[in-house]
Nanobody
Framework: QVQLVESGGGLVQPGGTLRLSCAVS????????MGWYRQAPGKQRELVAD???????NYVDSVKGRFGISRDNANNTLYLQMNSLKPADTAVYSC???WGQGGYAYWGQGTQVTVSS
């Protein structure tokens, strides 16, 4: 059974930082593309960042220079370091695994990130 469990969300002031984690089990983590998505109220889910097994990364323009995706293959964990947070970053953040023709096959339950003063 594949499980993805996110943690690290919360309430933070504008300009603050958070680090999200995604603990993965049930798949060969080191061989999988991994992604972080977010969905704000009333908006479509969007890809925030993804990372290949080899460590190549990709970011949506709105987070470039502020967010960093990384992976720890020894501990089957995906991270999203979020710096200089803005109210526009407020959303439910979910990790995803198992990239295929139809997109990602496996998803976590999501963790809420709220950026507000």
């Amino acid at each position: 059974q594949v499980q993805l469990v996110e943690s690290g969300g919360g309430l933070v002031q504008p300009g603050g930082t958070l680090r999200l984690s995604c603990a993965v089990s049930g798949i060969r983590f080191s061989r999988n593309n991994m992604g972080w998505y977010r969905q704000a109220p009333g908006k479509q889910r969007e890809l925030v960042a993804d990372i290949t097994p080899g460590g190549s990364t990709n970011y949506v323009d709105s987070v470039k220079g502020r967010f960093g995706i990384s992976r720890d293959n020894a501990n089957n964990t995906l991270y999203l370091q979020m710096n200089s947070l803005k109210p526009a970053d407020t959303a439910v953040y979910s990790c995803a695994a198992g990239w295929g023709q139809g997109g990602y096959a496996y998803w976590g339950q999501g963790t809420q990130v709220t950026v507000s003063s």
